[in-house]
């Protein structure tokens, strides 16, 4: 009883200590991508996320559609506050699309080279 006890133990620690590690990884990701998106306005437009991504406008519009990328409309049109984009970013959404665009590539390549320079 008390080896199953030490056990349990055992693995509650590493899932905390697994948990702990992702949830840095997500902070360091949020402030990665703040620091990135400085320069813009506090909210975006849809064709703001076209440029600076390089995915379609078809594809930004989807993703207000359907609420990956939270936005609310000004007009007829979409309009995107920064850190609504900062978390769209850091979603597993965005993270595993399958087919990324090169600016996708190069902010992940970054990212990961940033977090081994941390360590």
Not at 30 to 52: I, M, S
Not at 67 to 92: E, R, T
Not at 96 to 103: D, F, G, Q, Y
Request: proline letters at 3%; aromatic letters at 12%.
């Amino acid at each position: 009883n008390h080896l199953i006890n030490c056990l349990l133990c055992v693995i509650l620690l590493i899932f905390l200590f697994t948990l702990l590690s992702i949830l840095r990884i997500m902070l360091l990701m949020h402030v990665y991508y703040e620091k990135l998106l400085r320069k813009y306005p506090d909210a975006v437009t849809v064709k703001d996320v076209v440029t600076l991504t390089g995915y379609t406008l078809t594809t930004v519009h989807n993703w207000c559609g359907r609420g990956s990328l939270k936005a609310f409309h000004k007009g007829l049109k979409f309009c995107i506050p920064k850190i609504f984009l900062v978390d769209f970013f850091c979603s597993l959404i965005f993270r595993s699309i399958p087919r990324k665009s090169l600016w996708h590539i190069q902010t992940l390549n970054e990212f990961s080279r940033e977090m081994k320079r941390k360590k």
